[in-house]
């Protein structure tokens, strides 16, 4: 089990519907909320992805929540790494209910169970010079769904649909919250290399062959790394290149 947290998650917005938790915290920041203020809906009606997605969760079924860090220690140049951390966090999270099951990182902001989607990240920043005054962290955990939309059924999946039981919401959250606490102070205390060393064993298509679709074309490609910005560095045809969000679509 999980210890409790510090302080992510200790002051706590609950609401019974909104539109997009991410939304409610930008509303929110004009009051300066406590760091690692948590704000939770069972029932988020417009939930935005990266670039325009969209979210859909079925009332009560999954997790949809936001938090607010003040990540002043962090350069804007390393910005990515907030991406990082969040990932890292959610994997082991996850590990800890499914050890038995494939659990990967899909660049940029995408967690995969068996190569199926279970959740997603929507990281907003509020910059100041050459640092991060305020971070927005959007995230949607699918924990007991069991159907989703046709377009979405072949490549979307949940922790009860992987585990083949019902999960306790709450537990999951806390345990998901510990996580993020853990993850993030070690990237706090300076601890990029951990981050990193374990952002690679979970980053899907890392130092293997995967397919992919680049400019309409199919391709196969292998990961060599992630940029500081975000950039995502393939090797393919025996040379690097660097790609972009939206620049490349998984086959999956």
Request: hydrophobic share 35%; with cysteine; net charge neutral.
């Amino acid at each position: 089990m999980m210890p409790e947290t510090s302080f992510v998650g200790k002051h706590r917005i609950s609401l019974p519907e909104t539109s997009s938790t991410n939304n409610y915290a930008a509303e929110l920041l004009k009051e300066n909320p406590p760091d690692g203020t948590l704000i939770q809906t069972f029932n988020q009606t417009k939930g935005r992805g990266q670039q325009g997605n969209i979210w859909v969760s079925p009332p009560g079924k999954n997790l949809t929540f936001s938090l607010i860090f003040y990540p002043e220690f962090l350069d804007i140049k390393e910005v990515f790494s907030l991406s990082k951390v969040i990932s890292v966090a959610l994997c082991q999270m996850l590990e800890t209910y499914l050890p038995w099951e494939n659990i990967q990182i899909k660049w940029p902001n995408d967690i995969l169970i068996n190569q199926k989607k279970t959740a997603g990240i929507l990281i907003e920043n509020q910059l100041e010079g050459s640092s991060i005054k305020a971070s927005i962290i959007g995230i949607g955990l699918n924990v007991n769904q069991t159907k989703f939309p046709a377009e979405f059924e072949h490549r979307s999946t949940s922790m009860e649909k992987a585990g083949r039981r019902e999960f306790d919401l709450e537990k999951v959250l806390m345990d998901a919250l510990s996580s993020v606490e853990n993850a993030y102070l070690k990237l706090k205390d300076g601890d990029s290399h951990y981050i990193n060393r374990m952002y690679y064993q979970y980053l899907y298509g890392y130092q293997e062959d995967i397919k992919v679709i680049i400019q309409g074309k199919s391709e196969i490609v292998s990961i060599a790394g992630v940029e500081k910005s975000g950039k995502l560095i393939i090797r393919m045809n025996d040379s690097l290149h660097y790609l972009g969000f939206k620049e490349l679509t998984f086959v999956l």
